[in-house]
């Protein structure tokens, strides 16, 4: 029997509700806990969220009796009747619901940081290690510390300027640490880290290297040159000697023999191409036949050009690739140097801040898993999945698939059912190491395919009919034209399986495209811009929501520009007061986007400089915005602008300069009431959030986070969240889409290139067994064209075709969002430029594309060459109203701010807590607060007295005071089980730092370490709680997680020594988090 199932599945296939099946038919297969034997992999958190909710919705409704189609479906596969799935349900949803963490459904990252924890000691990490989610954050640190070196290191130096020249070149911006951070990510792709060891430990990465390998390559460029400038001069020569012009010359100097012999006399590369080659196997073609001197000099053509012709060619096509392979990695090897740099200072960081990268996870994994036992990984994380249920698959990156798959192969071997599911069409992450080929045929291949059975979901739940019929249409058309173009089959392949059957809105569903042409002073992407107000009139008018509207863009770049145009159009006299033009974008979200933030920013750099004159008026100028026209003038006429400024703010500098960064924000909202703008509380929450993020985790000072702020304010994580009851256009890219769906969807600029940018070529890594290629191990060129003809070939034509499947697949997710309606724009293309992409075999744009597709024959009766569009179908009113929101929202109305100093006092000396005329319960309170501070000073019983003396020494007791702490800790010495905690045969660790699951950080008080034993210990003061446990038994739970042997936990309530034992190994039962 196949227990391995391989659901292939399309864009709106119900892949979660198939996924929810399965487990759900797993779950019910075996006893009321079985559930927690089952492990889901999902890729991102919505869909780990989307997945549980989807799960419990489904067992709610069979425990409830609810009879639909997949409680059919799942009886009949588990031959039971209604009332035992209604029992079966009603028992796995009461299990879930009291052991919520046991319930497996995770992002593949967060099942990989449970792993990392197991594995702490092997990867050589301290247990109060910090994983380190932001990889920009990182860099930036690495690379302020590699610009330090410039100067002092002249090799680095000479890289940067190189690296700074092709940047403005390029066209991008001057600001080279920024450009530096955005190159240094290449060492995150997987097809770096594959070979980052190799190239680190094999000496790739020392400066005789870097000279040895220079001197070598540039060895390699001079005889060709020298031998084809030389060659080409004798041809010239025989030519001018002999009176020969260019008018004997068929087709004149025009990519003739002729042409090929004046490129190179003058030092210049020159292709030969079909003219030329064709002249080098027939000399009786080189000349005119109408010229006076045509039999003349045909002899000399003969006997005298034609050999140094075919001489040529010849050593051409034996030397160029060598030359030219040369001349690429010299031209980038820079890039290698820098990335070298770069990831050597990496390395050196996380060693010297106990950091680990949650990037670094996969690699690292697959280096203990390679080494290991699958009985061992399982006994490390503390927990034995017995199914496992992979999401998104063909978003999995070669080391993921390493890693999961012995984990897969141990429970097919044991005879337990696993799945995986995904859409090779939908693979657009490659830049983060997803790779369709395993999903291709790379799973069949390594699982077996005896033992794997393929499932397709060829249905689509999600879009209309005529949606679904067009999209069926044009990607067969397209996959097949990207396959003869490629001359490969791989995206035939790939979409072999794209054609579905259509389940809902039989006959309906709207599609339009549309092909611009520039106008005399504006460009085609102008014009389809200013379509997008009458567009969204349009779909208004047949009552479509605006929340119902997508607008799906390839680059964050377009959506801000889209963005910006709509809401100046708004205001605009051109709007329509009957019709609404809200957006909601990335963009627009971005915290900088908000007065309120601007404020505070401008405050905070007030604060930190009071006396720079520009700082001072930005401040003013934010201060004023909303203020009447009239107060401005008046205060600008006596020169008094700082009026616009709180009182309190200009008097208490000195005293807010004082405060953590936290606190002086919240007083700065509280001052200049900024929490009163319910327009922007959302923006000040999240602003304060991030404050307080930064606090925690960087420096505490407002200059450190001024800059910091500047290094960061565009990153798309420092945005706001909104809820989808915003009735408003959602702009986002293409990958932002991934997985949504929408009524109508909107692509204006629908003609992206289906290879890459120029501008934006990667790097590819390659090797070459030729000299003297060989002895230089890795090497990196920029993917370019004229890779073709040189030892990087093969290299060169492997990332064309992926970069074409890209954007194929990049077009197919952008299509298949739309539920009712797709409305397209693109740039109608030349004819001239049609032909070329004939002659040179080439796409051009996904808009050449599409227009080749829908002029053919296949929709011509649709296609209107006089208006430049295709059309499908009608724009129908929405017939169905909206469910409303099952439950109600609570908005805030104001963001609330206090000081609080006036709401809690904190004593900086411990005195008051021996004071007679304070309540009994303070005082046990203070007590044990301050006990438990001075014990977290004490490791063991003899340091008791050097304690007490210091604490004297720095007069933070009074000796009464200290005769009272040390007859508390004298008591404790001598107690039958608190005193042994004390003694000299533990390795001792105070307030040790801990890593949490969710990347919370805490700390425990004590823990004692012995080779066979390890206690926690958690000191507690006032009244018993029954949250005290819980915090120990997680601690307890992490350190068996980390190796720590037989853990043993331990509750020390200080007000009256009581000890309570929580945990022991006999008790410590894990599961994933």
């Known amino acids: ?57 489904y067992l709610n409704d069979f ?69 380190e989610v932001d990889n920009d954050l990182v860099l ?35 600001n080279v640490t920024r450009e530096l951070e955005t190159f240094a990510k290449e060492i995150f792709r997987e097809d770096f880290r594959v070979i980052e060891e190799e190239i680190l430990k094999s000496g790739e990465a020392d400066s005789k290297y870097y000279s040895e390998a220079i001197a070598l390559l540039k060895a390699e460029i001079p005889p060709y040159m020298k031998f084809m400038t030389a060659r080409a001069k004798a041809a010239l020569a025989i030519i001018n000697l002999n009176s020969m012009t260019t008018l004997d010359f068929s087709n004149g100097n025009s990519g003739t023999a002729l042409s090929y012999f004046e490129s190179y006399a003058r030092g210049e590369y020159k292709e030969a191409k079909t003219r030329i080659l064709d002249s080098a196997q027939d000399y009786k073609i080189w000349l005119k036949k109408d010229r006076v001197n045509y039999k003349l000099f045909l002899p000399i053509v003969e006997r005298e050009l034609f050999p140094i012709l075919r001489e040529m ?10 030359y030219n392979s040369a001349k690429s990695v010299l031209k980038n090897f820079y890039s290698f140097g820098l990335l070298t740099d770069i990831t050597r200072k990496l390395g050196q960081y996380k060693e010297e801040n106990n950091v680990m990268l949650l990037s670094d996870a996969p690699k690292f994994l697959n280096g203990v898993i390679n080494n290991s036992d699958t009985p061992f990984i399982y006994e490390k994380i503390g927990s034995f999945f017995r199914n496992y249920l992979i999401d998104e698959f063909q978003d999995t990156s070669g080391y993921q698939w390493k890693n999961l798959f012995p984990l897969l192969k141990d429970s097919i071997d044991q005879g337990h059912s696993n799945l995986v599911v995904g859409d090779v069409k939908q693979s657009v992450y490659r830049w983060r190491g997803s790779d369709l080929q395993l999903l291709q045929s790379g799973v069949e291949r390594e699982i077996g395919k005896e033992q794997v059975m393929v499932v397709p979901l060829n249905r689509n739940f999600r879009s209309a009919e005529n949606i679904v019929t067009f999209n069926n249409n044009v990607f067969e058309q397209a996959a097949a034209k990207l396959s003869a173009v490629l001359e490969e089959p791989l995206p035939a392949e790939v979409f072999s399986d794209v054609s579905q059957q259509p389940v809902k809105f039989a006959g309906n569903g709207y599609v339009r495209m549309s092909f611009l042409e520039k106008e005399e002073e504006k460009t085609w992407e102008e014009i389809a811009k200013e379509r997008l107000p009458s567009i969204l009139e349009e779909l208004q008018s047949k009552e479509i929501a605006l929340k119902d509207i997508a607008i799906i863009v390839r680059t964050n770049k377009e959506g801000a520009d889209i963005a910006s145009y709509l809401l100046q159009y708004k205001t605009s006299p051109q709007a329509k007061k009957d019709f609404k033009y809200d957006v909601v974008s ?25 006396k720079d004159a520009v700082v001072r008026g930005e401040l003013v100028f934010e201060a004023m915005k909303g203020r009447e026209l009239e107060s401005i003038f008046y205060a600008a006429g006596r020169n008094n602008l700082e009026a616009f400024l709180p009182e309190e703010f200009l008097r208490s500098h000195d005293w807010l300069n004082k405060l953590s960064i936290f606190e002086l924000t919240e007083e700065l909202v509280r001052i200049f009431k900024l929490g009163e703008d319910t327009d922007e509380l959302a923006y000040l929450q999240a602003f304060q959030d991030l404050i307080l993020e930064f606090a925690s985790q960087e420096k505490n000072d407002v200059a450190s986070f001024l800059e910091w702020w500047e290094n960061n304010r ?33 692509i204006p600029f629908c003609s992206w290139k289906m290879d890459h940018d120029p501008m934006k070529s990667p790097l590819l890594w390659t090797t070459s067994e030729e000299k003297p290629f060989d002895k230089l191990g890795h090497l990196a060129v920029k993917y370019s064209s004229s890779l073709e003809r040189s030892l990087f070939e093969e290299n060169y034509n492997s990332e064309r075709i992926k970069a074409h499947l890209d954007n194929i697949n990049l077009l197919y997710v952008a299509f298949t969002r739309a539920e009712e309606g797709l409305i397209v724009s693109a740039k109608k293309p030349s004819d001239k430029g049609r032909q070329d992409r004939e002659k040179e075999k080439t796409l051009g744009t996904a ?23 295709f059309e499908r179908g009608r724009l129908r009113r929405l017939s169905e109203a909206r469910k409303e929101d099952e439950f109600e929202m609570t908005e805030l109305k104001k963001y609330a701010s206090y ?62 005071e200290l005769g009272v702490l040390r007859t508390a800790l004298e008591k404790m010495m001598k107690h039958p089980v608190i005193g042994k905690w004390y003694s000299k045969e533990w390795d001792v660790k105070n307030e040790a730092g801990i890593l949490l699951p969710g990347g919370r950080q805490s700390r425990i008080d004590r823990i004692l370490i012995h080779p066979k034993r390890t206690i926690i210990i958690d000191y507690k003061t006032g009244a018993k709680k029954g949250q005290d446990r819980k915090q120990v038994e997680e601690y307890a739970q992490v350190l068996t997680q980390m190796g720590y042997a037989n853990v043993e936990a331990y509750l020390l309530y200080l007000d009256n020594m009581e000890v309570v034992e929580v945990m022991s190994k006999s008790n410590l039962s894990l599961g994933l988090n």
Not at 313 to 322: G, H, R, S, W
């Open 586 to 610: 990335s963009e627009s979200l971005r915290l900088y986007t908000a007065s309120c933030v601007n404020l505070l920013l401008s405050a905070l750099r007030y604060i930190n400089n009071p």
């Open 63 to 131: 425990a409830n009796g609810k009879s639909n189609d997949l409680a059919s479906e799942i009886m009949e596969m588990l031959k039971i009747s209604e009332q035992e799935l209604k029992q079966k349900s009603q028992d796995i949803q009461s299990e879930i619901l009291h052991h919520y963490s046991q319930f497996a459904i995770s992002t593949i990252d967060s099942f990989f940081q449970k792993v990392i924890r197991s594995f702490t000691r092997e990867a050589g990490l301290l247990g109060n290690f910090r994983l």
């Open 313 to 322: 060619i010849t050593y051409d096509q034996e030397n160029f690739p060598k």
């Open 714 to 746: 565009d990153n798309p994580k420092k945005s706001i969240q909104v809820p989808d009851s915003v009735d408003a256009v959602n702009i986002l890219t293409i990958h932002k889409s991934k997985g949504l769906q929408f009524k109508y969807v909107i």
């Open 899 to 960: 000081d609080w100093r006036q709401k809690l006092v904190i004593k900086k000396q411990g005195a008051e807590f021996f004071e007679e005329e304070i309540s009994n319960k303070r005082a046990r309170i203070n007590y044990g607060i301050v006990l438990h501070s001075k014990l977290s000073k004490i490791r063991y019983a003899s340091e008791v007295e050097d304690v007490l003396a210091e604490l004297h020494i720095k007069n933070e007791l009074t000796l009464d």
């Open 847 to 869: 808009g050449d594309m599409l227009y080749d597709i829908v002029t053919g024959p296949s929709f011509q009766n649709e296609y209107n060459p006089q208006t430049l569009q």
């Open 1 to 57: 029997m196949k227990t391995f199932k391989l659901y292939r599945s399309s864009a709106g296939s119900g892949k979660t509700r198939t996924l929810a099946k399965e487990f759900i038919t797993l779950a019910l297969s075996g006893k009321p806990d079985h559930y927690r034997y089952i492990l889901a992999v999902t890729f991102a958190n919505k869909a780990t969220l989307e997945m549980k909710a989807r799960i419990m919705r």
């Open 140 to 174: 930036s640190e690495v690379i302020s510390e590699l610009m330090d070196e410039l100067g002092k290191n002249t090799q680095l130096t000479e890289w940067v300027v190189e690296f700074s020249k092709e940047s403005l070149d390029e066209g991008r911006t001057w």
